[in-house]
Nanobody, 121 residues
Framework: QVQLVESGGGLVQAGGSLRLSCAAS????????MGWYRQAPGKQRELVAT???????NYADSVKGRFTISRGNFMSTVYLQMNSLKPEDTAVYYC???????????????WGQGTQVTVSS
């Protein structure tokens, strides 16, 4: 019904940059919030950053000043610009969205498949 397709993950050296993209498609009426989460091996999934339809952003303390979340047209696409990457940023990064589907007015939560980000020292 709704799909989140991610791109941009890969292997980079410490201090490098990556830009993740997440494109939403399907029977979407509106999207209230989109965000990025990450999960490192042996750890729980954690919030990285979120952005609302109004443009308000929220960041985990560990990425403030290094990562920037932004949105494309009508929240159909969300980006995560990651600069000054550290080995501890290594994780699977997941796109997440709260979506109002069709014309029903009900909100559902969706996850992308995840994309691997590996930062070498």
């Amino acid at each position: 019904q709704v799909q989140l397709v991610e791109s941009g993950g890969g292997l980079v050296q410490a201090g490098g940059s990556l830009r993740l993209s997440c494109a939403a498609s399907g029977n979407i009426f509106s999207i209230d919030v989109m965000g990025w989460y990450r999960q490192a091996p042996g750890k729980q999934r954690e919030l990285v950053a979120t952005i609302t339809s109004g443009g308000s952003t929220n960041y985990a303390d560990s990425v403030k000043g290094r990562f920037t979340i932004s949105r494309g047209n009508f929240m159909s696409t969300v980006y995560l610009q990651m600069n000054s990457l550290k080995p501890e940023d290594t994780a699977v990064y997941y796109c997440n969205a709260d979506v109002v589907v069709g014309l029903r007015g009900s909100k559902d939560n969706y996850w992308g498949q995840g994309t691997q980000v590996t930062v070498s020292s």
